[in-house]
Nanobody
Framework: QAHFVESGGGLVQSGGSLRLSCAASGFPYDYYTIGWFRRAPGKEYEGVGCISRGDGSTYLPDPYFADSAKGRFNISTDRAKNMVYLLMNDLKPEDTGVYYC???????????????????????WGQGTQVTVSS
């Protein structure tokens, strides 16, 4: 049974960094897109960044990020270990929330942030890890 497990969250001061880890069973070949999402209290899921292989067999070289994450966040992977990482730098209080990794087992085209990182396209989710950024 496929499942994702996130870790690495915590309390950090504004301007600090965190690396979130996602143990993603079935990565890379069971999913077309792996995404990172966050949910702040009282708000909807928000796409942070995604990696995708479109409708092909090879993951596209560059992740897709929300405007709020560009230049600060990055996604890296260790395919041998089925791991996906979200590297977060220059954290801000508005980055606070529960962070989730998720997998979409269906191809999505065209490959844009809006199409790839739409949370309701994802069918396998982890339990989340809390990130709190203090000002």
């Amino acid at each position: 049974q496929a499942h994702f497990v996130e870790s690495g969250g915590g309390l950090v001061q504004s301007g600090g960094s965190l690396r979130l880890s996602c143990a993603a069973s079935g990565f890379p070949y069971d999913y077309y897109t792996i995404g990172w999402f966050r949910r702040a209290p009282g708000k909807e899921y928000e796409g942070v960044g995604c990696i995708s292989r479109g409708d092909g067999s090879t993951y596209l070289p560059d992740p897709y990020f929300a405007d709020s994450a560009k230049g600060r966040f990055n996604i890296s992977t260790d395919r041998a270990k089925n791991m996906v990482y979200l590297l977060m730098n220059d954290l801000k209080p508005e980055d606070t929330g529960v962070y989730y990794c998720a997998g979409n087992a269906h191809p999505v085209l065209p490959a844009t942030f809006q199409t790839l990182c739409a949370w309701n396209r994802f069918d396998t989710w982890g339990q989340g890890t809390q990130v709190t950024v203090s000002s």
